[in-house]
């Protein structure tokens, strides 16, 4: 028999509108805690990147919210062995968006997801996307119609992406920034959906 945690409330570590979007979807009633964390950047091993920076929201969160249930993620874009976050201005997204023309990358979120008491659950997803041939009049369209500053490599896949983005090898969420299958079986597990 499943247990139920419907008793625990579920945060959110994010004040990202897309990651609540996608734990919307769910089904669940969370709350959103913005976190500022000291994070870290290491271009040779994005993968810890993406964990250690998860984990380090999700253990500022469980300090303001040790009574809550914990989703926590972090996601950066690896490209041609840098890791790309998110733009300082638009001259900066412009040429984030100029140099992934035609090429692929590969979107890491790193996920930190626990209980009241428990170490957190990490996990990583990986997604390959693939950009279009882009032309100074398709980036510069695509950064008057989406405000790039707050998303890792200056794009958001759900809005405005048919813009940029050839095709995606993965989560499609992930690219969102949660993915949704590994958030979605560790709520189920729990007892929130």
Same mark, same amino acid.
């Given at each position: 028999m499943k247990s139920t945690k419907t008793s625990i409330p579920l945060v959110l570590g994010s004040a990202s509108t897309r990651r609540s979007k996608v734990l919307s979807t769910l089904g669940c009633t969370f709350e959103i805690c913005p976190v500022e964390a000291e994070e870290i950047r290491n271009p040779a091993d994005p993968v810890h990147t993406v964990v250690t920076n998860a984990?380090?929201?999700?253990?500022?969160?469980r300090t303001r919210r040790p009574?809550?249930?914990?989703?926590?993620?972090?996601?950066?874009?690896?490209?041609?062995?840098?890791?790309?976050g998110k733009p300082v201005d638009i001259k900066e997204a412009a040429a984030f968006l100029?140099?992934? !023309? #035609?090429?692929?990358?590969? @979107?890491?979120?790193?996920?930190?997801?626990?209980l009241p008491g428990d170490e957190p659950d990490l996990r990583v997803e990986a997604t390959s996307v693939r950009f279009k041939p882009l032309t100074e009049t398709t980036i510069q369209t695509y950064l008057e119609q989406t405000r790039p500053f707050d998303r890792a490599g200056a794009y958001d896949i759900d809005?405005?992406?048919?813009?940029?983005?050839?095709?995606? !090898? #993965?989560?499609?969420?992930? @690219?969102?920034?949660?993915?949704?299958?590994?958030?979605r079986d560790w709520l189920a597990a729990n007892g929130f959906i």
């Open positions: 984990a380090a929201k999700y253990n500022v969160c009574d809550a249930a914990i989703i926590a993620a972090d996601t950066l874009v690896w490209f041609e062995g840098r890791l790309i100029r140099a992934f !023309s #035609g090429r692929a990358q590969v @979107v890491y979120t790193g996920l930190a997801m626990g809005e405005n992406g048919e813009l940029l983005i050839a095709g995606t !090898s #993965g989560s499609y969420t992930n @690219v969102m920034g949660l993915p949704e299958a590994p958030v």
